[in-house]
């Protein structure tokens, strides 16, 4: 019996062992779990302090805002000269880029057949109102018929119109300047046969002349008639003073800008048509505004955001733009002055990440 005993307590060691070393494993398992469920839960526990950022203090700015919009030069009045007749020229009284003034005869045509039907009428006149003088005597003495002395009268009138007529054919063989300016190029030689699609020349009035420039339509309301705008030539560093004369009616619904036309005092002939000039508009002057540097807006397709450390945490805020200098724009909603904004290592962060910042001048 005492040997039987002893046998079977050697064959039951090895399962017992088996039994005990699995239990140690299954412990071992769960608490490797438990803490790698613990470590899968890391926003709870921070490994290290938060990373550091600088920033600066959303705050209010005295303003001058200043648009800037490329311009050209235009002339006060510019016309393509023709003649109003068909006729062959007979006088040239200009040189090519003189000034002249109204009035001036610039070309003659023929007109000698104009001048002897002139004459002829003029010979019909003196005996049409001879004829009437002598109707009107002899109506006063009963001598002849209201009817004749009424003819008469008609005679006379037909011939003054046919004389008015004529001047008036005249007058358009004469091709005058419309106005004070220079004058471009002629066209033409003398002897030339000219009709009313020739063009003889063109003069331009320079001593003043217009800027058209085109500005966005947040500064349309601004372009009032009489409001003072700078302008200088490309390159050049004398400034003109010009005053706006008018605006296109509506904004153009491709770009999005408005037309405007001002004018400049040009006593001296300066500035020339269809240069290029650089007109700066003042929008608004000593306004106050919050201004953050440039590099703080993160923009995208349809928004611009900017990052506010609140409470040791980041914060991303969808905000409008304003007026924007050469380092600062102006932030029209969803900041309020003292607003902690973050300026560096913008695309490293994520909304609620834990951030410290650090203040910059």
Same mark, same amino acid.
């Given at each position: 019996?005492?040997?039987?005993?002893?046998?079977?307590?050697?064959?039951?060691?090895?399962?017992?062992?088996?039994?005990? &070393?699995?239990?140690?494993? %299954?412990? !071992?398992?769960?608490? $490797?779990?438990?803490?790698?469920d +613990?470590?899968a #839960?890391?926003?709870?526990?921070?490994?290290?302090p938060?990373?550091?950022?600088?920033?600066?203090?959303?705050?209010?700015?005295?303003?001058?805002?200043?648009?800037?919009?490329?311009?050209?030069?235009?002339?006060?009045?510019?016309?393509?000269?023709?003649?109003?007749?068909?006729g062959?020229?007979?006088?040239?009284?200009?040189?090519?880029?003189?000034?002249?003034?109204?009035?001036?005869?610039?070309v003659? &045509?023929?007109?000698?057949? %104009?001048? !002897?039907?002139?004459? $002829?009428?003029?010979?019909q006149? +003196?005996?049409? #109102?001879?004829?009437?003088?002598?109707?009107?005597?002899l109506?006063?003495l009963?001598?002849t018929?209201?009817?004749?002395?009424?003819?008469?009268?008609?005679?006379?009138?037909?011939?003054?119109?046919?004389?008015?007529?004529?001047?008036?054919?005249?007058?358009?063989?004469e091709?005058?300047?419309?106005?004070?300016?220079?004058?471009?190029?002629?066209?033409?030689?003398?002897?030339?046969?000219?009709?009313?699609?020739?063009?003889?020349?063109?003069? !331009?009035?320079?001593?003043?002349?217009?800027?058209?420039?085109?500005?966005? #339509?947040?500064?349309?309301?601004?372009?009032?008639?009489?409001?003072?705008?700078?302008?200088?030539?490309?390159?050049?560093?004398?400034?003109?003073?010009?005053?706006?004369?008018a605006?296109?009616?509506?904004?153009?619904?491709e770009?999005?800008?408005?037309?405007?036309?001002?004018?400049?005092?040009?006593?001296?002939?300066?500035?020339?048509?269809?240069?290029?000039?650089?007109?700066?508009?003042?929008?608004?002057?000593?306004?106050?505004?919050i201004m953050?540097?440039?590099?703080?807006?993160?923009?995208?397709?349809?928004?611009?955001?900017?990052?506010?450390?609140?409470?040791?945490?980041?914060?991303?805020?969808?905000?409008?733009?304003?007026?924007?200098?050469?380092?600062?724009?102006?932030?029209?909603s969803?900041?309020?002055?003292?607003?902690?904004?973050?300026?560096?290592?913008?695309?490293?962060?994520?909304?609620?990440?834990?951030?410290?910042?650090?203040?910059?001048?």
């Amino acid at each position: 019996m005492m040997i039987a005993a002893k046998t079977s307590n050697a064959k039951d060691f090895p399962l017992k062992y088996f039994i005990l &070393l699995s239990l140690v494993s %299954l412990l !071992a398992f769960g608490c $490797k779990s438990k803490s790698a469920d +613990q470590s899968a #839960e890391g926003g709870k526990r921070p490994s290290g302090p938060p990373p550091v950022f600088n920033a600066v203090l959303a705050s209010r700015f005295a303003v001058d805002r200043k648009v800037q919009a490329p311009g050209s030069i235009l002339p006060n009045e510019n016309t393509d000269l023709h003649p109003e007749a068909s006729g062959r020229v007979v006088a040239i009284n200009f040189k090519e880029g003189t000034y002249v003034k109204a009035g001036t005869l610039l070309v003659k &045509l023929f007109d000698d057949d %104009l001048q !002897a039907q002139l004459k $002829k009428l003029t010979v019909q006149l +003196q005996v049409a #109102e001879a004829t009437e003088r002598r109707q009107k005597e002899l109506l006063a003495l009963n001598g002849t018929s209201q009817q004749d002395y009424d003819l008469a009268v008609l005679s006379v009138s037909n011939i003054k119109a046919d004389m008015e007529l004529i001047k008036v054919n005249i007058d358009k063989t004469e091709m005058r300047a419309p106005y004070d300016g220079r004058l471009g190029l002629r066209t033409i030689s003398l002897g030339a046969y000219v009709t009313p699609q020739t063009i003889i020349t063109n003069i !331009a009035q320079l001593n003043q002349v217009k800027v058209e420039f085109s500005v966005p #339509e947040l500064y349309a309301t601004e372009m009032q008639t009489g409001k003072k705008v700078m302008l200088r030539t490309s390159g050049g560093s004398k400034y003109y003073s010009a005053t706006v004369m008018a605006s296109q009616n509506t904004i153009n619904e491709e770009t999005r800008n408005l037309v405007v036309k001002a004018l400049i005092n040009n006593p001296d002939a300066t500035l020339t048509p269809g240069s290029f000039v650089e007109v700066d508009i003042e929008v608004g002057k000593n306004q106050s505004a919050i201004m953050i540097p440039t590099q703080a807006v993160i923009p995208s397709t349809r928004f611009k955001n900017v990052i506010v450390a609140q409470g040791g945490k980041a914060t991303f805020r969808i905000v409008n733009t304003g007026y924007r200098d050469s380092a600062r724009i102006e932030i029209t909603s969803r900041l309020k002055e003292g607003d902690t904004i973050i300026t560096t290592g913008l695309l490293t962060i994520k909304e609620g990440m834990p951030i410290k910042a650090k203040l910059s001048n």
